[in-house]
């Protein structure tokens, strides 16, 4: 059944949002999972969802929600055997994700127009129904997964400029967010916070402090949790130059144009952009010193509103090639999946003597069995 990932809950009954605040820790990822030797693997899994979500009507919500499946199955479940290599495995861990948040998505989805589309190994084909049952019961087939597309709109109607900020860059930074393990372990409340004040902090600064102080009051959110998100929010910003649009049929602050690289002291002072470009002790970012940022009249697709926020934005995940020979070495390594014991039942050991009697057993049972 098709739903809206740009506002999934259309209204605000305390009820509801008291249900969403207390079952978003079970859409998250393990505790640890940021620091943990599954990271390795996502990097992997993250390549095949990228990869293997582009299409001609691109939505970047899918590989967002794939991703939020592979996060919580794989920090909290081992890694189904099921091709043999544990990279091959993961690959088809991460189609198995992607395919169940495509049918979440879109009630259209095909399969057979998938694999033609990704050309599809016959191996992967023939175990993507099995590992898809190992993903869902590993997710509590949990795939409404309570994200920060829910929390959204009720942070936008707790500050003033809320309005004024269309909501194509808050799904843009919320999702591109995605890409970096490190949010992880952030809740989706916490996340969709952060990614409306990061845009206030750009698009309105004189107005920020005062959101800071709404989005605080509502008491859900713990500042020190907050003030860490949005450090991480705000860097991905500037270092992805994530697009930022505001509303323009809503005149809510002065229409301002930003020029990274700008040194002018009274700058400084009020507009945070430049606090990051000149950080004490940093220089200036090089990577956008020529690059102008400023509110661009339109970006959109033509059919595009603030009702209709925009989902086909280019992702700009980091990714990892997993083509050189020595990654595989460490994704295939016992820290992954501890080998297969082979004993020699000549050695005298113990552990030879059970090896060479399960053997004996086995024999015997098919002696009866013949």
Known sequence: MDFDSGN??????????????NEERDSMAAEGYAVSKEAT???????????????FNFDAFIPY????????????NQLPNVLGRVRDDIVLAAICCL?????????????????????????????????????????NWRLRAVTAMYFKEFFVGK???????????????????QGNINFTQYKPSVMAASSLLTACRLLYP???????????????????????????????????????????KLRLGPQRKVEAGETSSSML????????????????????????LEIPETRMEPDESDNEPGLSFELKWRLWSSDNPEDDIIIDSPLFRPPVPIFDPNDGTDQAQAGHNSTSFVQCINCILM
């Open 8 to 21: 999934p809950v259309p209204s605000f009954e305390q009820q509801a949002l008291e249900k969403f605040f």
């Open 41 to 55: 693997l996502r990097k992997v899994a993250l390549n095949v969802i990228l990869k293997n979500s582009k299409c």
């Open 65 to 76: 929600l794939a991703m939020n499946y592979f996060d919580r199955f794989i920090s909290r």
């Open 99 to 139: 395919t169940l948040a495509w049918k979440v998505r879109n009630q259209a989805f095909r399969f057979i127009y998938f694999e033609r589309d990704n050309n599809l190994n016959e191996d992967y084909k023939r175990h993507i129904l099995s590992m898809e049952l190992q993903i869902l019961k590993g997710i």
């Open 159 to 177: 500050i003033p400029v809320g309005k004024g900020i269309m909501r194509r860059t808050l799904n843009e930074i919320i999702i591109q967010a």
């Open 206 to 248: 004189t107005e920020y402090n005062q959101c800071e102080r709404d989005i605080l009051a509502t008491k859900h959110i713990k500042e020190e949790e907050l003030e860490s998100c949005l450090k991480r929010t705000y860097e991905m910003c500037m270092d992805r130059q994530i697009l930022l649009e505001r509303n323009e």
């Open 269 to 292: 002072s009020k507009d945070p952009l430049q606090d990051i470009l000149h950080r004490p002790g940093k220089g200036p970012i090089q990577e956008i010193s020529e690059i102008v």
